[in-house]
Structure formats: C-alpha cells, structure tokens
C-alpha cells in the first residue's frame, strides 16, 4: 500500500513560497532533517469574504522548525505567516472535516504564494480545484496548537 505522504504522477501546478523559518540557533542542520519525537496540530483560521465568517482547517505538524515558528507566531514573536503545502487528496489526517490534508513534509510558514493556491478549505474539496496540488489560503491565521498526544 502507497503511503499516504507520497506522491506520484505529473505535477500540474508548481507553487513557489518563499519561507522564513530557520534553523535552531547552534543547530548543525535545521530541524527539518531530524527525527521530532513530538507532533502537533496546528489549526489555521481562513476568513470568508463574508464579514465574520470563517473556515478551520487543520495541519499535522512534524518539524522542529515549523513547532518552534506556531509557537513564536501564537506568542506574538512572529508575525503570521501564509501556511502552505503540497495536498494529499483522500486522506484526511488531522484535518478531519475535509478529504485532503496537507503533506507535513512540505509544510512551511511562507512570506509569500502564489495566488491560485489561495481558496477557502472547502473549495479544495470541489473539482475547480482538483488539479491544484498545493494549498497557500493568503488570509490563513494560526488560532491554535494542539500536542498530538493530548488528542488520544
């Protein structure tokens, strides 16, 4: 059985994000290429174009750099960044109100996407955007961070 967290078949849309985490200070390499012993969920709030309404979406997080940008940007060290990622499509993970999830490997707080990744969570859903294998909603805001072990 294929794992979920790959990926095969042409590339239909390539998404360019430019990303501002970095490394563990002292660290040899960054976080990203270590094993993280702690996951986390982090859920992400998308404005509707209706004032006051808005969609929740949710990513696993795996990265020691990405854990460490969730907590800076929810204690106000950081500036919100755009989350973005590949999409896997049929397979919810943590993102149980949808039937996509965000690759965790190629998650990241970006500075700046590209537009035609920029859609409300449910319209991912649809088939105008079924060809699209990236997710970057520009509106997106981190609202919450849940340790893994704690949603058992």
């Not at 969609?55 to 800076?72: P, Y």
Request: glycine share 8%; proline share 7%.
């Amino acid at each position: 059985m294929r794992s979920p967290f790959t990926f095969g078949g042409p590339t239909v849309v390539t998404v360019a994000v430019l990303s501002l985490a970095t490394p563990a200070s002292g660290a040899a390499g960054s976080a990203k290429d270590t094993a993280q012993a702690t996951e986390y969920v982090a859920t992400f709030a998308v404005p509707h174009s209706n004032a006051g309404l808005e969609e929740k979406f949710n990513v696993r997080l795996t990265s020691g750099d990405d854990i460490k940008m969730a907590q800076d940007i929810l204690a106000k060290r950081a500036p919100q960044r755009i989350p973005a990622g590949e999409l896997i499509r049929g397979f919810s993970d943590v993102n149980s109100s949808y039937s996509w999830s965000i690759d965790p490997d190629t998650f990241t707080f970006a500075a700046y996407a590209l537009k035609i990744c920029d859609v409300m969570p449910s319209f991912v859903d649809t088939d105008g955007y079924r060809n699209v294998e990236s997710y970057c909603p520009w509106h997106g805001r981190l609202i919450g961070l849940t340790p893994i072990a704690s949603l058992s």
